[in-house]
C-alpha cells in the first residue's frame, strides 16, 4: 500500500529554526509537495521537490531524497503565524497526490 | 477573487438525507478535485475530474458522485447521508496532471450529519 509518515505534532519557539520530517512508499513517484493549513482553512501551497537536493524559499527549505523516501521541510526564524499544520504530499506514478496526516507545528513565545 | 470557491461553508443536515456541495474555479485550470479530510485529518482523495474524464477513488461509496456540467464547476452529490459521511470536503484545482502544478483548494465544506 501507499503510505506517508509525519510526526503528529511538534512544539518549537519563536524565532528557532524546526525541522518537520516526511517518509514516504508511494507506486511510483513524480514529486513531492509541502502545504501549509491553518486551522479551519484550505492547505495552501509551500513547496515542490522532484530532483534530489534543498530547495529554498525564504525562511522555508524543503529537501528531497528519493533513494531514501525521505524529505524534510524546514522553517527558520519562526514566527507565531507559522503555527499551522504541515502537510507533505507525494504525487504517484498515476499522477494522484497521496497525503500525510500533516504535522500540527505549535510555536511558543 | 476567489479563485476556488465552494458553498456552503457549513452544512448540518440528518441520516439519510441527499445533499450537494458547489463548487467552482474561475482559474482556467483542466483538472479538478474533490477530497475528504476526517477527523484523522488525513486528505483523501475523491474524485479527479481532467477533461471530462473522471478518476474515482475506488473506496468511496458510490452514495457520492461528482457532477460537472462546464470545465469551471465540479459539484458533489451525495446520497443517503450516513453519520460516518461527516468531515471536511474540499474541492481543488489545477492547470495539469502533471509536474510541480500545485492543486488550489476552496475554503472546504464542513459537512455534519446528525
Known amino acids: 500500500g501507499q503510505n506517508i509518515d509525519q510526526p503528529t505534532e511538534m512544539t518549537a519557539t519563536e524565532g528557532a529554526i524546526v525541522q518537520i520530517n516526511c517518509t514516504y512508499q508511494?507506486?511510483?513517484?513524480?514529486?513531492l509537495f509541502w502545504y501549509q493549513q491553518h486551522a479551519g482553512e484550505a492547505p495552501t501551497f509551500l513547496s515542490y521537490?522532484?530532483l534530489d537536493g534543498l530547495e529554498e524559499k525564504g525562511r522555508f527549505s524543503s529537501f528531497l531524497s528519493r533513494s531514501k523516501g525521505y524529505s524534510y521541510l524546514l522553517l527558520k526564524e519562526l514566527q507565531m503565524k507559522d503555527s499551522a499544520s504541515y502537510l507533505c504530499a507525494v504525487r504517484d506514478s498515476n499522477y494522484q497526490l497521496i497525503w500525510g496526516a500533516g504535522t500540527k507545528l505549535i510555536i511558543k513565545p | 477573487d476567489t479563485a476556488v470557491s465552494q458553498t456552503p461553508k457549513y452544512l448540518v443536515t440528518q441520516m439519510g438525507n441527499d445533499k450537494s456541495i458547489k463548487c467552482e474555479q474561475n482559474l482556467g485550470h483542466d483538472t479538478m478535485y474533490w477530497y475528504k479530510q476526517d477527523s484523522k485529518k488525513f486528505l483523501k482523495i475523491m474524485f479527479s475530474?481532467?477533461?471530462?474524464?473522471?478518476?474515482i477513488n475506488e473506496t468511496v461509496p458510490n452514495r457520492f458522485s461528482p457532477k460537472s456540467p462546464d470545465k469551471a464547476h465540479l459539484n458533489l452529490h451525495i446520497n443517503s447521508l450516513e453519520l460516518g459521511d461527516s468531515a471536511v470536503y474540499f474541492c481543488?484545482?489545477?492547470?495539469?496532471?502533471?509536474?510541480?502544478?500545485?492543486?488550489?483548494f476552496g475554503q472546504g465544506t464542513r459537512l455534519t450529519v446528525v
Open positions: 508511494t507506486s511510483g513517484f513524480n514529486g
Open positions: 521537490n522532484v
Open positions: 475530474y481532467n477533461n471530462k474524464e473522471l478518476i
Open positions: 481543488a484545482s489545477s492547470p495539469q496532471t502533471g509536474g510541480g502544478t500545485e492543486a488550489f
